[in-house]
């Protein structure tokens, strides 16, 4: 903690350690570099779009083109990227695999050195993988399609079950909604798109696993999850990347629709290479009686900005956010959640924890809307942030408008720091100082690492452990 | 040099921040199958030495040296030390928000052995429920954060359970007594004897007397600005507690005069 210049050196050759890993790329299809009305019409050629997607996309394109970066609120790290220099579709041209052991070996090795722990592999058999922009694996449990749940990936979702999937797609998020949620409505390819039908309560989580092995390619995956009258399901997604030379773009929106009565809850925990901006939608349309949770973890990443967000539309829908941020040197954690009541008696709970290490800097953006025609709705919004060195840093930027008075809300906020006492009280004990600084850290978590199922707790705590071990100078 | 004690050589050490001078050549040997006591007054150095030897940066030392077994316990960075044997019960534990009793412990432990290899989980709830049974703690204290919340009582105590699972060859116990009562001190006190064998040393900080009554140590030394000023057995801690810091000082200051004269 003493010697900054050390510490930020260690830390380098650190994610130089973790992030160092691919495997060799094939690909069939190749948009190339930039973005135009071609490069879409190339797009929605390989892929043998309906002509609908094909002028959601050209729309998007144009609305994209028109809207600025947002960067009169965000980082100005946001104008280092280079739209004409990345490339927006790739893919090997494979069908979606079906079994185990259909997927190519290297998938395999990826999972292998990613370390997914063998507990998990055993859900690999409900899992849809997406290899590059196409799904490589996709194999939807037996017994979950009987129930007459489909598990598709969103090409599929969109040209085989249009008649569910037009009328939700891109309803809860606008293509306008923001400059990144046009750019995905103009050339997403890949993400998932799940229906479950009315009572069916999906027993085990569908996973699906997302990483990008392409120099300056971004991924655009389109999530559409739609959750029928008094129905119940939980979706998890892992992210994680191999490091690259030069900046990736990873910009996905993510729809969740819970009927009446239903039950959703996504949960995500993404380590992105260092040099990854992550500019993510993600928002959940609750009808009444509804539950929509969102459970985040985001590690790594140069740049990530998200606030998944709930807009309570039915009388008594609840909302939930509950995020854990890690940003170590040269990254920015900008994430956050958006409550929007839109009925009586609405309840959102908002738990966000960061941790800053080394020149990290996490931010915590907030919104909370309650109208005044509505009465009976509640917030809770926590946030607390940990700093770990002495330059590292965090921010909190909580809007919280409540209009009308039949309301209640609860705002508490927390910067603190890990006390150099506290380490050497743990390292008397016999820990390392990387050790005792991971033990406190995740203990500052703890809480809300239980909300995340086991085999991901195991996950998050070796990520946590693997960015610690440079933080000590 | 024996490689069967702790042994502290003149050792002087000073605040690193300002330079104020505390421990002005020390010297003790603690060998393994005894208990001494430090008895001092208030601002002598006795916690400043119990943090020098853990390693605490805030001190500086500057002259002398400390061997553990034989070996120079300077060139050990804080969690070597303590993995070579050294413990301190602290003064004032602290608080670790989050991690539980369990946790902790077993993290500890597992820092003890090589790399790859695990606690047996059996076996270590076995033994911790054993320890804390002893103790008169309750088993809900694993399952809860480590001190957050605990009374005063409550953290010592759990001092004294950490040193019981991790086993040290030389145990500091800084003013392990202050802020107990007279049930609780006996416990503490239970729990320290339970752990006097002939492979370890054990080191008592205190300030008072009490405490002597239920760990009967083999040798008490006094500490008076910075240095061991009088050693001998127990009966020096009575008589110190008869007549005061002051008679020391006295004496010292007599003792000075006598030898400029």
Redesign the interface.
């Known amino acids: 903690m003493t010697t900054e210049t050390a510490t930020v050196q260690s830390i380098a050759r650190e994610r130089g350690e973790i992030g160092n890993f691919r495997f060799p790329e094939k690909h069939k299809y190749d948009a190339g570099f930039g973005l135009s009305e071609r490069t879409i019409d190339y797009i929605c050629d390989v892929k043998n779009d309906p002509d609908w997607v094909r002028a959601f996309r050209k729309k998007a394109l144009g609305v994209f083109e028109s809207k600025p970066m947002p960067t009169h609120w965000a980082s100005d790290d946001l104008n280092t990227i280079d739209f004409d220099k990345i490339r927006y579709y790739l893919s090997s041209g494979d069908l979606p695999k079906r079994s185990w052991d259909d997927v190519p070996d290297e998938v395999k090795q990826t999972f292998e050195r990613l370390g997914i722990p063998e507990q998990e592999r055993k859900f690999l058999a409900g899992v849809e993988a997406q290899y590059d922009s196409e799904a490589a694996y996709s194999n939807v449990k037996e017994a979950v399609a009987e129930q007459g749940v489909l598990f598709v990936n969103s090409t599929e979702g969109l040209k085989e079950h249009a008649d569910i999937f037009r009328p939700w797609f891109g309803k809860v998020i606008p293509t306008g909604d923001n400059k990144f949620s046009a750019l995905n409505s103009a050339v997403f390819s890949g993400g998932s798109f799940i229906y479950v039908p009315p009572g069916v309560k999906v027993k085990h989580p569908l996973q699906a696993y997302f990483r990008i092995n392409s120099e300056q390619f971004g991924q655009f995956e389109r999530t559409l999850i739609i959750v029928d009258e008094g129905a119940e399901l939980t979706y998890m997604e892992g992210c994680t990347a191999p490091k690259f030379e030069t900046s990736t773009l990873h910009s996905a929106v993510v729809e969740l629709v819970a009927m009446k009565g239903a039950k959703i809850q996504y949960i995500t925990v993404q380590n992105w290479s260092a040099n990854v901006f992550n500019l993510v939608t993600k928002r959940g349309l609750a009808h009444e009686d509804a539950e929509i949770r969102w459970i985040d973890c985001n590690i790594g990443s140069r740049l990530t900005m998200k606030y998944p967000g709930v807009i309570m539309k039915g009388r008594r829908a609840r909302g939930e956010v509950i995020s854990i941020a890690l940003a170590n040197t040269g990254q920015h954690q900008d994430t956050g959640a958006k409550m929007i009541h839109a009925a009586d008696e609405t309840t959102s709970n908002v738990v966000s924890k960061s941790i800053s290490v080394g020149q990290g800097r996490s931010t915590y953006r907030g919104q909370v809307l309650i109208p005044k025609h509505l009465k009976g709705c509640k917030n809770n919004t926590e946030c607390d942030a940990l700093l770990i060195n002495s330059n590292s840093k965090t921010d909190t930027y909580p809007a919280i408008t409540v209009r009308g008075n039949q309301h209640s809300t609860q705002h508490e906020a927390s910067v603190s720091q890990v ?4 380490i ?10 990387a ?2 600084m991971s ?2 850290v ?6 809300l690492v239980r909300e995340f199922p086991m085999e991901y707790s195991v996950e998050l705590k070796r990520l946590i452990d693997l960015e610690m071990e440079g933080s000590v100078g | 040099m024996s490689t069967n004690c702790l042994e502290i050589r003149n050792l002087h050490a000073t605040i690193a921040a300002n330079g104020t001078p505390i421990l002005n050549g020390l010297d003790l040997t603690l060998p393994k199958g005894e208990v001494h006591a430090i008895m001092g007054p208030n601002g002598s150095g006795k916690s400043t030495l119990a943090k020098i030897l ?4 805030a001190y500086e030392v500057t002259d002398g040296e400390v061997l553990l077994d034989g070996n120079n316990l300077f060139d050990m ?3 070597e ?3 070579a044997g050294l ?2 019960a ?1 003064q004032y ?7 539980s009793n369990a ?2 412990l077993r ?2 432990l597992s ?2 052995l090589p790399e790859g290899e695990e606690i047996d989980a059996v076996s270590f709830y076995k033994q911790l429920r054993a320890k804390m049974s002893l103790l008169d703690m309750d088993t809900k204290f694993t399952g809860r ?1 480590v001190n957050e919340g605990f009374s005063g009582g409550e953290k010592k105590r759990n001092e004294i359970l ?1 040193m019981m699972l ?1 086993e040290p060859t030389y145990a500091v116990l800084d003013e392990t007594d202050s802020g107990l009562d007279i049930d609780a001190l006996k416990i503490v006190a239970r729990g320290v004897n339970a752990m006097r064998t002939p492979e370890r040393g054990i080191l008592l900080i205190t300030h008072y007397q009490r405490l002597l009554n239920y760990i009967q140590p083999d040798h008490v030394h006094v500490l008076a600005n910075g240095r061991i000023v009088r050693s001998g057995d127990r009966t020096l801690a009575l008589e110190l507690e008869e007549k005061g810091y002051d008679w020391i000082r006295e004496a010292d200051e007599a003792a000075a005069a006598a030898a400029g004269a």
């Open positions: 006390s150099e006492e506290q050497f009280y743990m390292q008397q004990r016999g820990l390392s100082e050790a005792a033990l406190s995740n203990g500052f978590i703890n809480d | 853990a390693g605490h940066k960075e804080i969690d030390r303590a993995r413990f301190l602290f534990p602290l608080e670790i928000p989050g991690v946790n902790f993290a500890a820092a003890r954060a950490q991790l």
